[in-house]
């Protein structure tokens, strides 16, 4: 089992910036990829960003350049953060964490409200 705790969401005004952090702990592998996803109301669940143990990243479109992915690699507790400047209405949504280790070892954290005034 891998444990996953999420912080750093709140209500922001529209050209912000926010700071989500994610531990992972537990039966962590070493390779793994961990990220996060959002979900907006009446909206499907939406990659926002990952980032590999090696540091590889990858971005949906819309965030590229206005949020940042980054990772620390400790021996039991991996966290992984996403930095969200110049935040949008747009962005409002429930952010979760993931953490992946294969088909068998995908967790999900409880998930934080983002929200963006206009």
């Known amino acids: 089992q891998v444990q996953l705790a999420e912080s750093g969401g709140g209500l922001v005004q529209a050209g912000g910036s926010l700071r989500l952090s994610c531990a992972a702990s537990g039966n962590i592998f070493s390779i793994n990829v961990m990220g996060w996803y959002r979900q907006a109301p009446g909206n499907q669940r939406e990659l926002v960003a990952t980032?590999?143990?090696?540091?590889?990243?990858?971005?949906q479109y819309s965030v590229k350049g206005r949020f940042t992915i980054s990772r620390d690699n400790a021996k039991n507790t991996m966290t992984v953060y996403l930095q969200m400047n110049s935040l949008r209405p747009d962005d409002t949504a429930v952010y979760y964490c993931?953490?992946?280790?294969?088909?068998?070892?995908?967790?999900w954290g409880q998930g934080t409200q983002v929200t963006v005034s206009s």
């Open positions: 993931n953490y992946n280790a294969g088909p068998s070892f995908d967790y």
């Open positions: 980032i590999s143990n090696t540091g590889f990243a990858k971005y």
